[in-house]
T-cell receptor, first 120, second 112 residues
Framework: GAVVSQHPSWVICKSGTSVKIECRSL??????MFWYRQFPKQSLMLMATSNEGSKATYEQGVEKDKFLINHASLTLSTLTVTSAHPEDSSFYIC????????????????FGPGTRLTVL | QKEVEQDPGPLSVPEGAIVSLNCTYSNSAFQYFMWYRQYSRKGPELLMY????GNKEDGRFTAQVDKSSKYISLFIRDSQPSDSATYLCAMSAKSGNTPLVFGKGTRLSVIA
């Protein structure tokens, strides 16, 4: 149980194009999903917190107009990197926090396998 | 002072050794503590989840939480080369939508 998938697993794009990354919770409903980026040999850097049906909360220094997040259902969140540039090349990882009926949840997060983005 | 401190290593041990990984933290509100294992170019995998103080054992892994000292540990017994990975500690206060706070991760190599 508690499986999170990401698609695509890797993507190469040209500078100036937009890239969409999908994050799905496969066997549970996720009221909250998180998006992180990770540079080589560095720890996870939280980009934004996404709650189903509401606007994402972005961390300081993360451009919300550049990194568009949509959490339209309890099992799917998407991150769109708009007008990508080489400095956006990174490993993007999502995580999902299970929600329980009645509004309770847990503090455990389950991570997807990550998406490696290379912008040429 | 950062909220969570974790020695980045690298830590190299021979196969079969007992490995001790540690994190310290400054926020006394943290109550939920996790250890994740991350292989290169993969997403983190949840290894252990503990609430408040005490020990929790799962196979070769034991997690310890000492809230009075703001110190958590992960012990790996009979370490194997397949345990070679980066280990991240993470923690949160009691709040449903509070993001986890991660340590920087410790790179572990188990040498056959």
């Amino acid at each position: 149980g508690a499986v999170v998938s990401q698609h695509p697993s890797w993507v190469i794009c040209k500078s100036g194009t937009s890239v969409k990354i999908e994050c799905r919770s496969l066997d549970f409903q996720a009221t909250t999903m998180f998006w992180y980026r990770q540079f080589p040999k560095q720890s996870l850097m939280l980009m934004a917190t996404s709650n189903e049906g509401s606007k994402a909360t972005y961390e300081q220094g993360v451009e919300k107009d550049k990194f568009l997040i949509n959490h339209a259902s309890l099992t799917l969140s998407t991150l769109t990197v708009t007008s990508a540039h080489p400095e956006d090349s990174s490993f993007y990882i999502c995580s999902a926090r299970p929600g329980l009926a009645g509004g309770g949840g847990t503090d455990t997060q389950y991570f997807g396998p990550g998406t490696r983005l290379t912008v040429l | 002072q950062k909220e969570v401190e974790q020695d980045p290593g690298p830590l190299s041990v021979p196969e079969g050794a007992i490995v001790s990984l540690n994190c310290t933290y400054s926020n006394s509100a943290f109550q939920y503590f996790m250890w994740y294992r991350q292989y290169s170019r993969k997403g983190p995998e949840l290894l252990m989840y503990t609430y408040s103080s005490g020990n929790k054992e799962d196979g070769r892994f034991t997690a310890q939480v000492d809230k009075s000292s703001k110190y958590i540990s992960l012990f790996i017994r009979d370490s194997q080369p397949s345990d070679s990975a980066t280990y991240l500690c993470a923690m949160s206060a009691k709040s449903g939508n509070t993001p986890l706070v991660f340590g920087k991760g410790t790179r572990l190599s188990v040498i056959a």
